[in-house]
């Protein structure tokens, strides 16, 4: 429900020695954790509006939090115009801190335009924020990303299209420019996910994606192949009268949870191992069951996971010192 909040990385390492990852905090019953960044106090968050702007936010100014408390509303941090909302937030940590010319922000909008800029580009900070890109009347932007050159893209359209192509088609342009085609699109559709694609042999992505009456699947990103950019794109998931407009499309792994989100504000919190894999030329198994005149309205990988990952990790190296210098820690609550 867009609130934001900060806590101390050691309260992870003492809730995983006496809790669980996802109490980490305090959300109504339907709401959930969608992000979550490990960053230092002085690393960058750039937040991305639905309206191509871009605002800054340094770690330490986000408002700190106990693991019982919500944080803050987003959107009270920053001069939004009427209708305009952050939809994405990244963390520029570590090398990506000093805004190196060789990252990029890579963009995508609704009418299929992509766009790449370098990341030095954004090393002035303005409160007011500034245009990351130029929309043109009725579009928006849709996502966003750290790239390093070496990715590729691929977008999808809510009529069960997909385009993977490399990032390195699309050159490099300035903060004001409006991009190029990323995408063809037939009248009436639209672009409803930008992806990034990461290789990866040992726990492999697949594309999850989700229909308007509940229906939806997985399918290995190598059946993705690569093409072009600015073509209509290849068959996502069939459209058909019994699934409807295509929702939602993200990458997951096999050891992910979801949420499914309905118009009417029903959730329903799945794990993507009990979900098929299937070809991309195929329409999907039931992901939700809908009531009379209810829609699927989205699809969101559930961040909880991570925080459990980051607990055992830190609690590992906390182990590996204290094995080192013969001490044996007891376990903190």
């Given at each position: 429900t867009g609130y934001i909040k900060s806590q101390p990385l050691s309260e992870y390492r003492a809730q995983k020695r006496g809790g669980r990852g996802k109490q980490a905090t305090a959300t109504k019953e339907d709401d959930w954790i969608d992000q979550l960044f490990i960053a230092n106090t002085h690393d960058y968050l750039l937040c991305f509006s639905n309206r191509g702007r871009l605002y800054w936010l340094k770690v330490w100014e986000v408002p700190a939090g106990s693991r019982g408390s919500r944080g803050r509303p987003i959107v009270n941090m920053f001069p939004l115009q009427e209708g305009e909302k952050i939809n994405v937030v990244l963390a520029l940590t570590g090398e990506m801190r000093s805004f190196p010319e060789d990252r990029y922000v890579f963009m995508g909008t609704s009418m299929g335009t992509v766009k790449k800029t370098a990341l030095n580009e954004f090393n002035n900070p303005r409160k007011a924020g500034i245009i990351a890109v130029?929309?043109?009347d009725g579009d928006y932007l849709i996502g966003a990303a750290l790239t390093d050159g070496a990715h590729d893209v691929m977008l999808f359209s809510d009529g069960g299209k997909a385009v993977r192509f490399d990032e390195n088609d699309v050159r490099p342009l300035g903060r004001q420019a409006r991009g190029v085609r990323g995408m063809m699109l037939e009248e009436g559709q639209s672009v409803i996910a930008?992806?990034?694609?990461?290789?990866?042999?040992?726990?492999?992505q697949s594309v999850l994606t989700a229909t308007q009456h509940g229906y939806g699947k997985r399918t290995s990103i190598s059946e993705y192949t690569r093409h072009g950019r600015g073509t209509k794109g290849m068959i996502a998931i069939q459209q058909s009268e019994r699934n409807g407009k295509v929702v939602a499309a993200t990458l997951v792994r096999a050891d992910d949870e979801i949420m499914l989100i309905t118009d009417k504000g029903v959730l329903v919190r799945t794990r993507v191992s009990e979900i098929r894999e299937l070809g991309r030329a195929t329409q999907g198994v039931t992901l939700i069951a809908l009531d009379d005149g209810s829609q699927l309205s989205g699809l969101q990988?559930?961040?909880?996971?991570d925080a459990q990952a980051?607990?055992?990790e830190t609690e590992a190296e906390a182990g590996d010192t204290s094995a080192a210098d013969g001490s044996d820690a007891a376990p903190q609550a």
């Open positions: 130029n929309l043109d930008m992806l990034v694609a990461e290789d990866s042999d040992t726990n492999p990988r559930i961040a909880e996971n980051v607990a055992e």
